[in-house]
């Protein structure tokens, strides 16, 4: 099984400013299978990035993904009012199971 | 365009078996590479892939919870059902379904609201 430890669990920024969030994998899978996901409250989780870097449809170009060995990064290069939420990676590369990151949250500082 | 929505009880009693229902539109699951997951988060927690379905009736479950679930489909009423067993107090959660394409990523690209099923006596 993979394990993805997510880091920080939380981050306080202010608008406009710039958001780096971490995936670390346990071991090495499928060479671009991870992906992250936005979820705000009462809502269910949107794709965002796809592919360690290709982003969804429909988000916006500053939502960039990268990959470094086993750890990902997810980056927000000026933060707006709507990009406050929790930040879920994913990977899907080992079956027979895909498994989720434990969560950041992007709080306004 | 790709829609789902789960269905199912709100409340379920301890050791008793829960039945969702995911109903879909905007892709067929006769169709070559189409799959429906199923997704679960407890409250303020992470989320947490249970079982999936393909095209081809291949099945996946979670090794944690495998002996719990079941997983099928009905492709003629776009329709895929989840069962799970000896509901307990901590299986509280948020179910989602959502939709994945195994030639185009393998990836949850579409999801569903999400129904909330609480376990209590």
């Known amino acids: 099984e993979v394990v993805l430890t997510q880091s920080p669990d939380t981050l306080s920024l202010s608008p406009g400013e710039r958001a780096t969030l971490s995936c670390r994998a346990s071991r090495s899978f499928g060479s671009s299978h991870l992906v992250w996901y936005q979820q705000k409250p009462g809502q269910a989780p949107r794709l965002l990035i796809y592919?360690?870097?290709s982003r969804a449809t429909g988000i916006p170009d500053r939502f960039s993904g990268s990959r470094s060995g086993t750890d990902f990064t997810l980056t927000i290069s000026r933060l707006e009012p709507e990009d406050f939420a929790v930040y879920y990676c994913q990977q899907y590369g080992t079956t027979p199971q895909w498994t989720f990151g434990q969560g950041t949250k992007v709080e306004i500082k | 365009q790709i829609t789902l929505k789960e269905s199912g009880p709100t409340l379920v009693k301890p050791t008793q078996t829960l039945t969702l229902t995911c109903s879909f539109s905007g892709f067929s699951l006769s169709t070559s590479g189409e799959g429906v997951g199923w997704i679960r988060q407890a409250p303020g927690k992470a989320l947490e892939w249970l079982a999936l379905i393909y095209w081809d009736d291949d099945k996946r479950y979670s090794p944690s919870l495998q002996s719990r679930l079941t997983i099928t489909k009905d492709t003629s009423k776009n329709q895929v059902v989840l069962i799970m067993t000896n509901m307990d107090p901590v299986d509280t959660a948020t179910y989602y379904c959502?939709?994945?394409?195994?030639?185009?990523?393998?990836?949850?690209?579409?999801w569903g609201q999400g129904t909330l099923v609480t376990v209590s006596s």
């Open positions: 959502a939709h994945t394409n195994y030639f185009e990523g393998d990836y949850f690209d579409y």
């Open positions: 592919g360690v870097s």
